[in-house]
C-alpha cells in the first residue's frame, strides 16, 4: 500500500492506494468519529465488491447500512439525491455517521453532495472503483449532482476524511471504462509532470493490461499532481483550472453528440489532441510534442480523433462551456510538455486551422 497526504490544514486526508485494500477498509476507517457507516453504492458495483467491504466492515465491528441507487449518469440529480437523504433519515443516520461512497465518480458525486448537505455535513470517505474516480474525481472535494440544464451544477466543495483506492477492484472495470480513466492520467502528466508523460510513453502497454505495479504508479502519481494543485488552489480560481486540458473540447463533443455517446475520457482524449495542436499555434508548444500526446492517446487504444464538425459548431457547443468567461473562450493549453497555461483571445482562423488538421 502507498499513501500520500492532501494537505489542507485540519481538512488534511490520506489518500491510500494498492491492490487489495478492501479487504482491509475496516482497519484503515477505524479513525473515525463514530462506529457507524452508511455505504452508498449502485447494484452493478456492488454485485462485484460490496461483500467484500462489509466483511471488512464486520471484522472491525463498524456498524454498517446500505444504500443503493440506480446506475448511471441519468441518476446523478436531485431526485436520487433526495432518495439517499430520505433513506438517511430513515436509518437515523446522526451527524457523526459516516457516508463511504463506493462506486465510479457518479457514486463519488452524488454520495459526497449528500453527505455535505445531510445535517449540514457528515464525514465522507471515497472508495473509488472507476480509474477515473481513482485519478481523479474522488481527490479534491468536488462533488455535484447535474441539472437538466447543465451537468454538475449544483454542488459542494466537501473534502473527505480518506480515500481508499483499491487498484484491484478495476479488475471488474469493462474495457472501455478502464481506458477512458487514462487520459485523465495523460492529462496530469501533460499540464504538470513531464516525468510521469515520459513514464506513460515507457509503460503504456503495461498500465492498458491493467498490471497491477502500473496501475498503482499511475494512481499515485496522478493523485499526488491535483493534490499539488488542489492545495494551491482548492476553489479553482486560477491554477486547479490547468486540470480542465482538452475539456472545453470534450466538453463540446460531450454535449454535441449528446451526453453518453462519448465517455467524458474519451472525449478528454481527443479534446487534448486538439488543445495540444492549438498550443503549437498560439503557445509555442513545439509540434513535436504535441504529435507525442497524440501517439500517446492511441496506445491508450483511445481516439485521437474528435467529430468531423465545422468551427461554428464546435464555438457553438463550446460556447455552452459553464467555464467561459465574459463571452471570451479561455483555453488551457500548453507551452511545454509539463507546463500548462490559460489563454483567451485566441483568433477564430487559429482555431479554425486546428480544427481543419
Ligand atoms: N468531482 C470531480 O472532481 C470529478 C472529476 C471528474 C469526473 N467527475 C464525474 O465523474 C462521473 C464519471 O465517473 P466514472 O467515469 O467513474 O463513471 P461511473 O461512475 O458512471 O462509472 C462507470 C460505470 O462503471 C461501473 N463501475 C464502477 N466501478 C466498477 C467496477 N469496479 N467494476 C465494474 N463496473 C464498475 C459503474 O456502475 C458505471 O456503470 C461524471 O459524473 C463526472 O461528472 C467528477
Ligand atoms: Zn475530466
Given amino acids: 500500500m502507498r499513501t500520500l497526504t492532501v494537505a489542507l490544514g485540519e481538512r488534511s486526508y490520506p489518500i491510500h492506494v494498492g491492490a487489495g485494500l478492501l479487504q482491509r477498509s475496516g482497519e484503515l476507517l477505524s479513525l473515525l468519529p463514530s462506529p457507524r457507516v452508511v455505504v452508498v453504492t449502485n447494484p452493478t458495483v456492488a454485485k462485484h465488491h460490496l461483500e467484500t467491504l462489509r466483511n471488512a466492515l464486520s471484522a472491525k465491528a463498524?456498524?454498517?447500512?446500505?444504500?443503493?441507487?440506480?446506475?448511471?449518469?441519468?441518476?446523478?440529480?436531485?431526485?436520487?439525491?433526495y432518495e439517499v437523504h430520505t433513506h438517511l433519515l430513515e436509518l437515523?443516520?446522526?451527524?457523526?455517521?459516516?457516508?463511504?461512497?463506493?462506486?465510479?465518480?457518479?457514486?463519488?458525486d452524488l454520495a459526497g453532495f449528500a453527505a455535505a448537505t445531510y445535517q449540514r455535513g457528515v464525514p465522507l470517505v471515497?472508495?473509488?472503483?472507476?480509474l477515473l474516480a481513482q485519478v481523479d474525481s474522488s481527490v479534491g472535494g468536488k462533488t455535484a449532482v447535474n441539472h437538466p440544464l447543465g451537468k454538475n451544477?449544483?454542488?459542494a466543495f466537501y473534502q473527505p476524511r480518506v480515500v481508499i483506492s483499491d487498484t484491484a477492484t478495476l479488475d471488474t472495470l469493462p474495457e472501455r471504462e478502464y481506458v477512458a480513466g487514462i487520459a485523465e492520467v495523460i492529462k496530469c502528466g501533460a499540464v504538470r509532470d513531464l516525468a510521469l508523460f515520459e513514464w506513460l510513453e515507457a509503460n503504456m502497454e503495461r498500465l492498458v493490461a491493467r498490471e497491477p505495479d502500473a496501475v498503482t504508479h499511475a494512481v499515485i502519481e496522478s493523485c499526488r499532481i491535483k493534490a499539488e494543485i488542489v492545495i494551491a488552489d482548492e476553489r479553482e480560481s486560477g491554477e486547479r483550472a490547468h486540470l480542465n486540458f482538452g475539456h472545453t473540447f470534450a466538453h463540446a463533443v460531450e454535449a454535441g453528440t449528446g451526453y453518453g455517446t462519448w465517455l467524458h475520457g474519451e472525449a478528454v482524449a481527443a479534446g487534448m489532441v486538439l488543445a495540444s495542436r492549438l498550443s503549437v499555434l498560439a503557445a509555442g508548444l513545439p509540434a513535436s510534442a504535441a504529435e507525442r500526446i497524440a501517439a500517446l492517446v492511441r496506445r491508450a487504444r483511445l481516439s485521437a480523433d474528435s467529430p468531423p464538425w465545422a468551427p461554428t459548431t464546435w464555438l457553438e457547443w463550446m460556447a455552452r462551456d459553464k467555464k467561459v468567461n465574459c463571452g471570451d473562450l479561455r483555453f488551457v493549453l500548453l507551452e511545454a510538455l509539463g507546463r500548462a497555461t490559460i489563454r483567451g483571445g485566441i483568433a477564430t482562423e487559429q482555431l479554425a486551422a486546428v480544427l481543419r488538421l
Fill in 62 to 81: 463498524i456498524r454498517h447500512d446500505v444504500i443503493t441507487v440506480a446506475d448511471g449518469e441519468d441518476h446523478k440529480d436531485w431526485q436520487t439525491l
Fill in 153 to 155: 451544477l449544483i454542488g
Fill in 92 to 108: 437515523g443516520a446522526e451527524r457523526s455517521t459516516t457516508l463511504i461512497a463506493l462506486g465510479g465518480g457518479v457514486i463519488g
Fill in 126 to 130: 471515497q472508495v473509488p472503483t472507476t
